[in-house]
């Protein structure tokens, strides 16, 4: 099996135009595979929530990049892998390049109430919100493969409450 | 593994009898594999929903055609995936060809709001709203094969409010 990581962005603040979650790799050779990814509602304090747009996005041309963002550290999944060498994992911050999109969701950025079942308590559920997860359990079908100066990104297009929790599942090969 | 595409359909108007998102291979050759197809619902506008019938099509008899309709572009997983030639990508257009459903599926045209938990709001959810993966996880079992001149289509049937967002994974080999 190929070495694995988990990078989590936690708590971040949902804006307009804003990178949730981001993986550029930015290595000549080093190939890294984005085999899951999932949001999860992150909001505990009393909010005026409103409907949020968010994009699973990648960025194959046009320059990539991803400037001034808020650095996260990849958990391994294995310690006795090796990190890849030139790999940037961020939130907010200045995106370039073309986005191109995956998939694209409507999302309710008010807090979830203990005792309530509407769409922001489904937000919870981490089987329910899985948002990518092309070819797991099928070797047959392409994950998306970041190669030189692409990048994954978990994108909110509107929608400005609230705070968004997301993982992202990778492998380097 | 094969190289892989995903066809992103977004904001695309209900209307009765309508192509929604439609892949056409007219490849000699050249076979595509539909892997997955997902819907979600894409309207944040207050609006009048209704109750909407789609159904997931194949067309492999009686001269499948596609004229006329608005073209989307496929995102590669990887870069150096070679893209599909002779392939039609669309969403309206005129049909042509023996249709056979895969699935059928009512649909609720109505804009989701933050802190319901109905129909409308379930359809935000990407797990939920798979509506095929024939073979997914399991090699035993073919997805849905295009050989030259043959479609897959997600088609509306009746209803005709509201947007949707559609996605084909599918494999070229």
């Not at chain 1, 190929?2 to 708590?11: D, E, K």
């Not at chain 1, 000549?28 to 996005?57: F, H, K, P, S, Y």
Request: proline content about 3%; overall charge negative.
């Amino acid at each position: 099996m190929a070495q694995t990581w988990t990078a989590y962005y936690s708590g971040i603040a949902f804006a307009a135009s804003k990178n949730m979650a981001a993986v550029l790799n930015s290595h000549a050779t080093e190939i890294l595979r984005i085999r899951r990814v999932g949001v999860l509602n992150a909001q505990t304090a009393a909010v005026t929530g409103v409907v949020c747009q968010l994009e699973m996005r990648g960025y194959f041309a046009g320059g990539v990049s991803l400037t001034s963002s808020t650095a996260v550290t990849p958990t391994s999944h294995d310690t006795t892998n090796t990190a890849p060498s030139s790999a940037t994992y961020g939130h907010a911050g200045t995106i370039a390049g073309t986005a191109t999109t995956f998939r694209r969701v409507f999302w309710s950025s008010d807090e979830a109430a203990i005792s309530t079942g509407t769409i922001d308590e489904l937000e919870t559920f981490v089987p329910l919100n899985i948002i990518f997860d092309a070819g797991y359990g099928d070797a047959n079908v392409q994950p998306l493969t970041l190669r030189q100066t692409q990048m994954a990104m978990v994108f909110n297009v509107t929608g400005a409450a609230g705070l968004l929790d997301t993982w992202i599942e990778f492998t380097k090969e | 593994m094969a190289d892989t595409f995903t066809a992103y359909y977004p904001n695309v108007t209900f209307a009765a009898t309508k192509n929604m998102a439609a892949i056409l291979n007219q490849h000699a050759t050249q076979v595509i594999k539909v892997r997955r197809v997902g819907i979600l619902n894409s309207q944040t506008a207050a609006v009048i929903g209704v109750l909407c019938s789609i159904e997931m099509r194949g067309y492999f008899a009686g001269s499948p055609n596609l004229t006329g309709s608005t073209s989307v572009t496929p995102v590669t997983h990887d870069t150096n995936n070679t893209t599909p030639t002779s392939v039609i990508y669309g969403h309206a257009g005129t049909i042509a060809g023996t249709a056979t459903t895969f699935r059928r599926i009512f649909w609720s045209s109505d804009e989701p709001a933050i802190s319901g938990a109905t129909m409308d709001e379930l359809e935000t959810f990407i797990p939920l709203n798979t509506i095929f993966d024939a073979g997914y996880n399991d090699a035993n079992v073919q997805p849905l094969t295009l050989r030259q001149n043959q479609m897959a289509m997600v088609y509306n049937v009746s209803g005709a409010a509201g947007l949707l967002d559609s996605w084909m994974e599918f494999t070229r080999e």
